[in-house]
């Protein structure tokens, strides 16, 4: 597809289980975010990959949090022992970053997550 | 404080009026972003600045890098430019090279 897709769209889980999101980022993009928002809150930085760079995590909230992407393909947020709190929706952007320079990000429809 | 503050926070106007956000941060930047997230959720970067300003349609954004100050203006305002308005900022370098942070998010209703 042409655009930045995450899945699933929608997951709801019971507290403490594990829960994976994924993206799929626009094809020859070497930046990837994740990016989370709240119900009625701001956006919320999690983490960025870029290229084979080591990620920038300064957003991770606990070390239930972890993020996987290999290359500059598709990327999996790893969610451990879910919270409540840990509801929100989770988005996925992509880049096309040149060296020196940061390029507008392309955004995913989001993964809407709800612990019960 | 937050490091990045939006104003206002809500913003109402009739159609055609023109309209000014802004944007203060109080952090050394690489980048500003300038994104609009309508009512169903989805969102689209309008503008990403480094310096000076940006024009795309009826809107514009501005970037004061000494007052560390940002401005979006839309000119001829339109019902359907009601959405939420957020500016973001990137940190310069350091282990937080990827960082953005996030302005609380502007409101903006347009009325017919």
């Known amino acids: 597809g042409a655009g930045v897709s995450q899945s699933p769209s929608n997951k709801v889980t019971e507290k403490g289980k594990d829960v994976e999101l994924r993206c799929d980022p626009i094809s020859g993009h070497t930046a990837l975010y994740w990016y989370r928002q709240r119900l009625g809150q701001g956006l919320e930085f999690l983490i960025y990959f870029q290229g084979n760079s080591a990620p920038d995590k300064s957003g991770l909230p606990s070390d239930r949090f972890s993020a996987e992407r290999t290359g500059e393909s598709v990327s999996t947020l790893t969610i451990q022992r879910t919270q409540q709190e840990d509801s929100a929706v989770y988005l996925c952007?992509?880049?096309?970053?040149?060296?020196?320079?940061?390029?507008?990000?392309?955004f995913g429809p989001g993964t809407r997550l709800t612990v019960l | 404080k937050n490091e990045v503050e939006q104003s206002p926070q809500n913003l109402t106007a009739q159609e055609g009026e023109f309209i000014t956000i802004n944007c203060s941060y109080s952090v050394g930047i690489s980048a500003l972003h300038w994104l609009q997230q309508h009512p169903g959720g989805g969102i689209v970067s309008l503008f990403m600045l480094s310096s000076g300003k940006k024009k795309h349609g009826r809107l514009i954004a501005t970037i004061n890098i000494q007052e560390k100050h940002s401005s979006l203006h839309i000119t001829a305002s339109h019902p359907r430019d009601s959405a939420v308005y957020i500016c973001?900022?990137?940190?310069?370098?350091?282990?937080?090279?990827?960082?953005?942070?996030f302005g609380q998010g502007t409101i903006l209703t347009v009325h017919p």
């Open positions: 952007a992509s880049s096309l970053l040149s060296i020196g320079l940061s390029n507008e990000q392309f």
């Open positions: 973001a900022v990137r940190h310069a370098g350091g282990t937080s090279y990827g960082k953005l942070t």
